[in-house]
């Protein structure tokens, strides 16, 4: 089939103001649900009270209710007696009725009571109502409550509730029929394993829970097959459903077995086939028999970028809601941001506090890459009239976090390794400092440092002359910083090959061997220093690897290459190794550490840090990883 071309590509700005001119009309209907189910709901009408709040006139303490002209003239120096027994007083509690005859209430704690408690001495009056709660005070009958469209909350039941509210019209809530396409889409909940060629089917998941946190009621169909007839009768079906949305997911991009805009276009009408951001470029917007229709991209992070920008804020309209606007923050960049002009970039970064600023680092890009979502804490967009943001300039975020949350982010960027995601664990059991690491090799942390741009890097950088590690890179580019350098662990790298070694690969001299594909890492990681120094000591070429220019930036991303059969072997950890049960051929064992500005040593975060490396209980879950050793863990080397 031929390859189709976008039609009608629009900018964000322009693609959001026709759909939402196209679908202004759009509301959801009135329904009537009793006041106690209402939180999360949307008030149709205004809502007036019923009843007053209090109905009666109700003490505000504990205490002894009184007529305050009697208690006039009270003082230390001439208290006034009050008889209980005739009813002069009379004991009261919080929230009961006050006696008709009496107009305000004395705390209990100002009053001396007799042995008996048939009198009371005072040493101060009250006025007229005094700790009294009238009638009305709260809540007058007839008043509004709360006007239309109003976003009821928890408090707010309370209040219908006490205003003698028992049930309230509320709009109904948006229907939107989701359906997940792709013959090469499984169901995880339908399959013990994941045949090759197959993908997990998680978009429809995720675009449901979105579609919920907005209000809405979720439909779901089964995963249906990318072609043309079956798309369409499913569509048809799902149009002339109670659905008020209908959510297409993949075949929206201009590949050639995608027909979602040609399907859409031939019963409906397409206004927009294309937007100018990315992720999310491929997004349909289309209208069949009066309701939105929307294309969503098959990417996973285009999908929810998507979904954000177009059906969100469609599903609150429908309910007479606004759209939330995200809280904001200015931050320095952390490095450069290289961006295609001409498209709305959405950048996952992570961010965190470093002295009296917020610094920002760019997580990978990737339409397909959710943990980036996961595991970010901000968003940067950057906009289509720019190419990119430089390093060190203030950028604007959008927080994905509470603003707390990310300035107690601990920054850790250098070289990977799995223990990290433990110390990170550890410390969200015990403290409220996530640990955010980004993996851009030894050296690239040691920089990071140098410019003030993370709190912590990992590092394990060998020098070939002395064989020691570390120490001679922060001489070099560290010379006018005062840091520490802290042992994490010492631990066993080496060449990861597929189980059962079928190439029978033995050695560093079976890389240059014309049936073997390797993959690197990083230039700058201490990985990448290992596999020079092991190559010039066996006096090997590396122009003589197929794949030595070919890197990865973790151990993790060594490991699936080497399992999924892209290429035969990479050099890494035991630990990768034996999480993908992979074959393992050892190299070496090296010292991986971190380096602390000194300056950062005594923050409650890094506290709390020390304190867990230096735990039995880290060490003890770090040697049952496999491949490490924690004999010198929390050993302060500088």
């Not at 009261?92 to 009198?119: K, R």
């Not at 948006?174 to 978009?203: A, C, H, M, W």
């Not at 961006?339 to 709305?344: A, F, V």
């Not at 601990?410 to 223990?419: A, N, Q």
């Amino acid at each position: 089939m031929k390859r189709k071309i976008y039609l009608n590509m629009r900018s964000l700005p322009e693609a959001r103001i026709i759909f939402s001119e196209k679908f202004s009309h759009l509301k959801t209907g009135v329904e009537t649900i009793a006041s106690h189910d209402s939180a999360g709901r949307v008030s149709a009408n205004p809502v007036t009270a019923q009843l007053s709040s209090p109905s009666f006139h109700a003490s505000a303490m504990d205490g002894l209710a009184v007529r305050a002209a009697q208690t006039y003239g009270a003082s230390d120096d001439s208290p006034i007696t009050l008889n209980i027994a005739n009813k002069q007083a009379a004991f009261i509690n919080t929230g009961h009725p006050l006696p008709d005859q009496y107009d305000a209430v004395i705390m209990i704690e100002h009053v001396l009571l007799s042995d008996d408690n048939t009198t009371g001495i005072i040493r101060a009056p009250v006025y007229p109502w005094q700790n009294v709660r009238k009638v009305g005070e709260d809540i007058v009958a007839t008043e509004l409550l709360f006007p239309s469209n109003h976003h009821l909350t928890p408090p707010d039941v309370a209040a219908l509730l006490t205003a003698g509210c028992l049930e309230i019209e509320v709009r109904k809530k948006p229907r939107i029929t989701i359906i997940p396409t792709g013959t090469e889409l499984v169901d995880l909940r339908e399959t013990d394993s994941i045949p090759p060629g197959k993908t997990i089917e998680s978009n429809s998941a995720v675009l449901a829970a979105l579609a919920r946190e907005a209000g809405a009621e979720v439909t779901v169909t089964p995963i249906i097959a990318d072609d043309y007839t079956t798309i369409k009768k499913h569509l048809e079906q799902s149009v002339q459903s109670q659905a008020d949305v209908v959510v297409i997911n993949a075949g929206s991009s201009a590949g050639s077995a995608d027909y979602t805009a040609e399907i859409i276009s031939e019963l409906g009408e397409v206004m927009v086939h294309g937007v100018t951001i990315m992720p999310g470029k491929p997004t349909i917007l289309g209208e069949i028999a009066g309701k939105p229709v929307i294309g969503s991209p098959g990417y996973p992070v285009s999908a929810i970028i998507s979904f954000e920008q177009f059906v969100v804020p469609l599903l609150r309209h429908m309910q007479g809601l606004e759209v939330e606007t995200p809280d904001t923050a200015t931050a320095l960049l952390a490095r450069d941001l290289p961006s295609k002009g001409g498209i709305e970039e959405f950048r996952r970064m992570i961010t965190g506090k470093i002295g009296k600023h917020l610094v920002t680092v760019p997580l990978k890009k990737g339409a397909g890459a959710i943990t980036t979502l996961t595991r970010a804490n901000s968003i940067l967009r950057i906009p289509a009239a720019s190419e990119g943001e430089t390093r060190r300039s203030s950028v604007n975020l959008e927080l994905l976090r509470p603003r707390k949350q990310i300035e107690n982010t601990i920054l850790c960027t250098g070289s990977h390794d799995l223990c990290l995601d433990i110390i990170h664990d550890f410390l969200k059991q015990s403290s409220p400092f996530p640990l955010a690491s980004t993996h851009v090799g030894s050296l690239g942390g040691i920089l990071a440092i140098r410019d003030n741009m993370t709190h912590i890097a990992g590092s394990h950088l060998l020098d070939p002359d002395t064989g020691e590690y570390n120490l001679s890179y922060i001489n070099r580019y560290l010379q006018d910083k005062d840091v520490a350098l802290i042992t994490l662990v010492h631990r066993q790298q080496g060449f990861m090959v597929q189980a059962d070694n079928p190439k029978n690969i033995h050695s560093i001299q079976d890389l240059i061997r014309d049936d073997i594909r390797f993959i690197n890492r990083q230039a700058g990681s201490g990985t990448r220093v290992l596999l020079d120094h092991e190559l010039t000591t066996s006096g090997l070429d590396p122009d003589e690897i197929c794949g030595y220019d070919t890197d990865e930036y973790t151990h993790m991303a060594v490991a699936v290459s080497v399992l999924s059969g892209k290429v035969d072997a990479g050099l890494g950890i035991l630990a990768a190794a034996q999480a993908l049960q992979l074959d393992f051929i050892p190299v070496t064992e090296e010292r991986y550490d971190l380096i602390i500005p000194t300056e950062f040593l005594e923050l409650p975060s890094i506290q709390q840090l020390l304190a867990i490396i230096n735990s039995d209980a880290f060490k003890q879950t770090v040697e049952n990883k496999g491949g490490y050793s924690t004999r010198e863990t929390g050993h302060r080397v500088l």
